[in-house]
Nanobody, 118 residues
Framework: QVHLVESGGGLVQAGGSLRLSCSAS????????MGWYRQAPGEQRELVAL???????NYADSVKSRFTISRDNAKNTVYLQMNSLKPEDTAVYYC????????????WGQGTLVTVSS
């Protein structure tokens, strides 16, 4: 089994920054892309950012100029640096790992809550 553990969420004022971390453990040999999703109150879960094994990143338009996804393959860890946070960024953020070749989800993290106050 692949296990993902997120950390770094919390309460921050609008305009502030947070850095989320997600560490993978277990049967990780077949993991390829990793990403961050979020689910705001009353909203559907959406993809925020995705990073390939080679470091190519893709972002939702709403966060593209403010968030940066990165990974350290040696540490089996993916990060999400969030700057210029807005109240609409408030959500539970989930780490996601995908299998090589198929792209199927291998694991979800438990989620970490990010709350941005105005």
């Amino acid at each position: 089994q692949v296990h993902l553990v997120e950390s770094g969420g919390g309460l921050v004022q609008a305009g502030g920054s947070l850095r989320l971390s997600c560490s993978a453990s277990g049967s990780i040999f077949n993991i390829n892309a990793m990403g961050w999703y979020r689910q705001a109150p009353g909203e559907q879960r959406e993809l925020v950012a995705l990073i390939s094994s080679g470091g190519t990143a893709n972002y939702a338009d709403s966060v593209k100029s403010r968030f940066t996804i990165s990974r350290d393959n040696a540490k089996n860890t993916v990060y999400l640096q969030m700057n210029s946070l807005k109240p609409e960024d408030t959500a539970v953020y989930y780490c996601n790992a995908r299998k090589a070749y198929t792209g199927q989800t291998a694991a979800w993290g438990q989620g970490t809550l990010v709350t941005v106050s105005s």
